[in-house]
């Protein structure tokens, strides 16, 4: 399962309040992503990171920002959650170069009420 | 940008072969991927073309034509636990993955 964990698993908000998700890695994977998955859509790159403090925008990049401040943690933060918003958020890590499969972590389930 | 088409849905019996075509249209190509994932779980790896040709894993195989834009997943001796989505993407050449919108597969006694 390339050592990943995500928290929380479920979670439930309100329109307007910030949320941040947790993506955590135990194997020292350099490249990590965060999706979104919305029925019709598959799975939509929302930020992705190549190394500690470098990131990049995805697809569906507006209203989340992220972070890595080492390597094992990749933060998905939703400034003024929306309903829009409500999705199954899953984080990907890669290996040592971007050419390595992505192998996922089991997702979160965030719902914006 | 990318543009990545699957059939939605695909119904076999246990023990039949199924296979699960995707065309994309890509601004650039850097690998196929094949992803199965089971209802409420992760996506997990299954195969990787990056060359003309096919490649096979016991009963999942999967085929590659880049001139065609053309990929397929082959699943023989279908099982009742190959239920499941199974998720085409393409790597383009910043390395990031775009999937279609996966093919739901159910296998019937």
């Known amino acids: 399962d390339a050592g990943i964990t995500q928290s929380p698993r479920h979670k439930v908000t309100e329109t307007g309040t910030p949320v941040t998700l947790r993506c955590h890695q135990t194997e020292n994977h350099r490249y990590m992503y965060w999706y979104r998955q919305d029925p019709g859509h598959g799975l939509r790159l929302i930020h992705y990171s190549y190394g500690v403090k470098d990131t990049d925008k995805g697809e569906v990049s507006d209203g989340y920002s992220v972070s890595r401040s080492k390597t094992e943690d990749f933060l998905l933060t939703l400034e003024s959650a929306t309903s829009s918003q409500t999705s199954v958020y899953f984080c990907?890590?890669?290996?040592?170069?971007?050419?390595?499969?992505?192998?996922f972590g089991p997702g979160t389930r965030l719902t914006v009420l | 940008g990318q543009n990545i088409d699957q059939p939605t849905e695909m119904t076999a019996t246990e023990g039949a072969i199924v296979q699960i075509n995707c065309t994309y249209q890509?601004?650039?190509?850097?690998?196929l991927f094949w992803y199965q994932q089971h209802a409420g779980e992760a996506p997990t790896f299954l195969s990787y073309n990056v060359l003309d040709g096919l490649e096979e894993k016991g009963r999942f195989s999967s085929f590659l034509s880049r001139s065609k834009g053309y990929s397929y997943l082959l699943l023989k001796e279908l099982q009742m636990k190959d239920s499941a989505s199974y998720l085409c993407?393409?790597?383009?050449?910043?390395?990031?993955?775009?999937f279609g919108a996966g093919t739901t597969v159910t296998v019937r006694a």
């Open positions: 990907a890590v890669a290996g040592t170069s971007g050419t390595d499969t992505q192998y």
């Open positions: 993407a393409v790597r383009d050449n910043d390395y990031k993955l775009s």
């Open positions: 890509t601004s650039g190509f850097n690998g």
